[in-house]
């Protein structure tokens, strides 16, 4: 195919620039324009990924879907709710349409108006041309339903457990849990039927998480619990046409070890035992090692899923009220002190140079203290709204704490203190939280507040050595 002058003309006009196909890159963009390649008597085929996908039915039943198609449908594929996109790892062309209407043409439009919206580095093929023409229409003024018609759900299960932290991304677990982790939706080698979370399953989830004494927190844990867990039905979407849902303990006519889910242990052990005998089986670290890893993201994608998880861990603490570090984020439990000393929460920040910017939100409505420095006894002091003024304070405050031999001491030198009142700002969700910022420069140790205005000052000389 690589040869075929259709496909080079395609190719030339495919814009990569900036990104690198290689063999097996080209012969996946191949399948979303494979009526330019094969022959004119072929008028429908069904495309598979063979490393990671396993059959247990009759491929006729699947066939048979060609029959579902509207006369607008051009192919049909697997809505990956869990995953949240439309996967490519099984597609019915149907090629005679497809040349009909020239998609072709479709393919470098899609792949254009993508590039220009945002540019990705990894190359666009086949997966992305099929989201893009159904799931970004009306942002890219797309005229007409869609192309695509969405497979129904036995046809593509995905061995998923979004119900758990970290479900996808196995390197986050330690290694005795990932060795143990299984889909629970395997029954045997032969077997695998669409797995539904009980209220214990997800309720269990939660359970790395210290609790606190709040009777509220707890009941809505619950409530959530038993909401999902009673669900007979998942992996809902409204753009399937035959059943938009997954039936819990439906039998699996195709399973879909997509992307990083390749990495459980689990996972491949059952890849394993399907291997056929004259096949060796992949090294060690194969699955961890291979090009899909890259053209999924690769690193970068891998960057964005820590990032997202985080920012969901930190609001669920948030919630909870719990103290937990999160990467740079940490959330804390804290409450007022007595008015002659001052108890601050101790956050690890490990080893930082500056500059160094922090970003704070709080639900105290006054006296709010930020201290950056050596542990919790000497640093830069921020208070916000402090005192019957209102006032803003920066301050540098050396001290040390008690001994057997040594009495305690401290000492606070103001560096400014300005007039101001923070005001609270709403979450949208019945939370109000005041939020400011603090930024130290490394060039002459320029201090920067952010709580809705701007101000600050130089750090003396003493106290920049230190930091």
């Known amino acids: 195919f690589e040869k075929h002058p259709k496909f080079i003309e395609y190719l030339q006009q495919h814009p990569h620039q900036d990104c690198s196909f290689g063999a097996a890159g080209k012969a996946i963009l191949a399948r979303a324009v494979c009526h330019l390649v094969l022959p004119p008597q072929i008028s429908k085929i069904i495309s598979m990924d063979l490393g990671d996908v396993l059959v247990f039915d009759d491929l006729r039943s699947l066939w048979q879907q060609f029959q579902h198609m509207e006369d607008h449908h051009v192919l049909a594929a697997s809505h990956a709710v869990a995953l949240s996109h439309i996967n490519a790892g099984v597609v019915l062309y149907h090629v005679e349409r497809m040349r009909l209407v020239g998609f072709e043409r479709l393919a470098l439009r899609a792949v254009e108006d993508m590039q220009r919206w945002k540019a990705d580095s990894t190359c666009l093929r086949d997966q992305s041309i099929i989201n893009i023409l159904h799931s970004f229409r009306s942002e890219f003024g797309y005229l007409g339903p869609s192309p695509v018609m969405i497979l129904p759900c036995r046809w593509s299960v995905f ?3 979004e119900w758990l932290s970290y479900w996808n991304s196995p390197e986050m677990w330690m290694p005795e849990l990932r060795r143990k982790q299984r889909y629970p939706g395997i029954v045997s080698v032969t077997r695998v039927e669409v797995f539904c979370p009980d209220e214990m ?72 035992a399907y291997l056929p005998p004259f096949k060796d089986p992949p090294r060690f670290g194969g699955f961890e090692d291979a090009l899909s890893r890259e053209w999924t993201g690769g690193e970068e994608r891998l960057q964005e899923i820590q990032r997202e998880t985080t920012e969901t861990a930190v609001l669920a603490a948030k919630m909870m009220g719990l103290q937990a570090l999160f990467g740079h984020c940490a959330t ?35 006296d709010a203290h930020l201290l950056l420095g050596i542990e919790s006894h000497s640093g830069l002091e921020l208070v916000i709204n402090g005192g019957v003024e209102k006032a803003s304070c920066l301050r540098w405050v050396r001290s040390a704490p008690g001994s057997a031999t040594a009495e305690a001491w401290s000492i606070r030198r103001e560096i400014m203190c300005i007039p101001r009142d923070v005001a609270m700002v709403s979450d949208g969700e019945g939370g109000t939280w005041m939020r400011f910022s603090l930024f130290v420069g490394s060039e002459e140790g320029l201090i920067i507040v952010t709580d809705g205005a701007q101000w600050g000052n130089y750090l003396p000389e003493e106290p920049l050595k230190i930091l």
């Open 332 to 366: 804390l439990k804290c409450q007022a002190s007595r008015a002659s000393h001052l108890d601050y929460v101790l956050v690890p920040l490990q080893k930082l140079s500056l500059p160094v910017k922090l970003e704070v939100e709080t639900t105290a409505l006054s």
């Open 201 to 272: 399953d997800i309720f269990s989830a939660w359970a790395f998480l210290p609790m606190t004494d709040d009777p509220s927190r707890h009941q809505r844990l619950r409530a959530y619990s038993l909401h999902e867990g009673h669900k007979k039905e998942r992996y809902c979407s409204a753009d399937r046409t035959q059943s938009r849902c997954c039936a819990c303990g439906e039998p699996v006519s195709l399973l879909h070890i997509a992307g990083d889910m390749k990495n459980w242990p689990a996972m491949q052990a059952l890849l394993r």
């Open 159 to 161: 061995p998923t457990t």
